[in-house]
């Protein structure tokens, strides 16, 4: 069973802004637009965090990766496009389930459960012989 990643990443977007439009000059008199109006680059800086499933860190940045290379941006009135990604931080948030994990759980619980009375002596080894066996 996969573990759960955390991921944190930068995101430059970017555009280029032209004036599209006319002066509307009130009560002026022979009033003459003589601009010339050209494009220009503007970008900005965003933060975004994520979560994935991975079997490992590396799995983690790999589904990160291809997910900030297939992301988009949508905005009302600007076309912007995703000009630059940056993976920042992958943080392991829970780990990924194997047969080593799950026994030594398992094998807490028992003491645990034998602690408190839960099980007996001939109850604990029987799910010691059980898991001593499960193992490959």
């Known amino acids: ?25 009130y009560d002026a008199l022979e009033f003459e637009d003589e601009s ?9 800086e965003g933060s975004v965090t994520f979560v994935v499933e991975a079997d ?4 983690a940045q790999e589904k990160a990766r291809e997910i900030l290379d297939n992301i ?8 912007w496009e ?14 990924p ?7 030594t759980v398992i094998r807490a619980f028992i003491s645990r459960m034998r602690e408190m009375g839960g099980v007996n002596a001939e109850e604990e080894e029987a ?5 001593d066996n499960l193992t490959p």
Do not use: Q
């Open 56 to 59: 490992s860190e590396d799995e």
């Open 82 to 95: 995703i000009e630059d990604t940056t993976i920042e931080n992958v943080e392991c948030i829970e780990e």
């Open 97 to 103: 389930w194997d047969m080593d994990r799950a026994l």
């Open 1 to 25: 069973m996969p573990g759960k990643y955390k991921i944190t990443a930068e995101v430059v977007i970017a555009t280029a802004v032209e004036p599209d439009g006319y002066f509307d000059a």
């Open 127 to 131: 799910f010691s012989f059980l898991l």
């Open 72 to 79: 988009s941006f949508n905005s009302n009135d600007i076309e």
């Open 36 to 44: 010339s109006w050209y494009s220009h680059d503007v970008s900005a």
